[in-house]
């Protein structure tokens, strides 16, 4: 099996300059031509599946793959990105950094974990096991290939 990572495109919140991770947000024009682009490069791969985290922005990239590379999708809500930012989530960053100076310094330090955000160590266990299942169980109808949409 061979398993191909890729990240989802720019996105509203980065657009915005907001604190992603657990922010639920939309791929932009850009975001959708970075992803049109993608399916491009990865034509002729033999891709048959798609595995993306239940994000609006993964399931959005994974669907113009999809059009392009004819692969079913495959929703794993574990490959979705690590919830880093806890309560600065979805807050602007300059705002964020008036309001919660001392975590914003603090979120620096990605194996830190600030109040709501996700533990480093659950975070990498989480993905690791997502990942070891998907190749265990040999989704995809081909052995040889088979495509996966992750977060980082």
């Not at 099996?1 to 890729?6: E, F, H, S, V």
């Not at 490069?41 to 599946?49: M, N, Q, R, S, V």
């Not at 392009?68 to 960053?93: H, S």
Request: with cysteine.
């Amino acid at each position: 099996m061979l398993i191909y990572l890729a990240r989802h495109g720019e996105t509203t919140g980065d657009v915005e300059d907001r604190y992603g991770g657990d922010y639920d947000d939309h791929l932009t024009e850009k975001g959708i031509i970075q992803a049109e682009e993608l399916s491009k490069k990865l034509t002729g791969k033999g891709i048959e599946e798609i595995f993306a985290s239940n994000r609006m922005r993964a399931q959005e990239t994974a669907k113009i793959l999809q059009k392009n590379l004819g692969a079913e999708i495959r929703t794993v809500k574990e490959l979705r990105e690590r919830n880093l930012y806890g309560i600065l989530t979805g807050m602007i960053k300059s705002e964020a950094g008036e309001k919660y100076p001392h975590l914003v310094e603090r979120i620096n330090d990605v194996q830190d974990t600030i109040e709501g955000a996700e533990d480093w160590k659950v975070f990498v266990d989480r993905v690791v096991v997502a990942i070891k299942n998907i190749s265990q169980k040999n989704y995809s109808r081909s052995r040889e290939n088979c495509g996966l949409l992750a977060r980082r």
